[in-house]
C-alpha cells in the first residue's frame, strides 16, 4: 500500500531547487506541450521513448513510475493552470529527474487519496519519489521529481 512521506511538502533542500542545466554526461530532454489534453498522453509516450532511449526502460519499474507521475503532472498543469506544459527529463549519476512547468504560480499540496475522482496526483508523487520539490519560474513554477535509476538494493527509494 503507498504511504506518504509524511511531509506533505515539497522537500526544502535547496540543492534539490532548479538545475540551471544537466550535468556532464547526463541524459537531458525538454519538450513544450500546447495545452490540450492529447498532451498528456503525449508527454507519457514521449517519457517512455525517451527513457527506453537511455536504457532505463528495460525493467520497465522506473519508466512505469516516471510515466505515471509526468502524467499526473501535466494534468495539473492543464487542469490548474490551465496552460501549456514544458517536460524536461534529466538522467545522470544513478537519478532520474522529471520537471514540469506551468503558468500557475501556486505550489502544489498533497492531499490525502480519498475516494474522490480527482486530487491524487500529489499524493501519487509524494508516495513514489524519491525526492520531490517545486519552484517559482517567473510567472509560473516548475514541480520536479526524482526517482533512482541505479538498479541497486534502495536506490530510487525515500531515504528516512
Known amino acids: 500500500m503507498l504511504q506518504l512521506s509524511g511531509r506533505h511538502l515539497p522537500d526544502p533542500d535547496a540543492r534539490y531547487g532548479p538545475f540551471p542545466q544537466p550535468p556532464l554526461g547526463a541524459g537531458h530532454l525538454s519538450v513544450e506541450y500546447p495545452p490540450r489534453t492529447s498532451a498528456v498522453r503525449e508527454a507519457r509516450a514521449e517519457v517512455r521513448r525517451q527513457l527506453e532511449g537511455w536504457g532505463l526502460g528495460e525493467d520497465g519499474e522506473v519508466a512505469d513510475v516516471a510515466e505515471l507521475l509526468v502524467g499526473e503532472l501535466a494534468t495539473n498543469a ?48 509524494d508516495a513514489l519519489a524519491q525526492r520531490w520539490g517545486c519552484h517559482r519560474d517567473g510567472p509560473g513554477k516548475t514541480v520536479w521529481f526524482e526517482l533512482g535509476t541505479c538498479g541497486s538494493d534502495g536506490c530510487g527509494r525515500r531515504q528516512p
Open 78 to 125: 492543464l487542469v490548474h493552470a490551465g496552460s501549456g506544459f514544458r517536460l524536461t527529463l534529466f538522467a545522470a549519476h544513478g537519478v532520474l529527474r522529471c520537471e514540469v512547468a506551468d503558468a500557475e504560480r501556486r505550489v502544489p499540496r498533497v492531499l490525502d487519496a480519498g475516494a474522490g475522482e480527482s486530487g491524487r496526483g500529489m499524493f501519487l508523487v
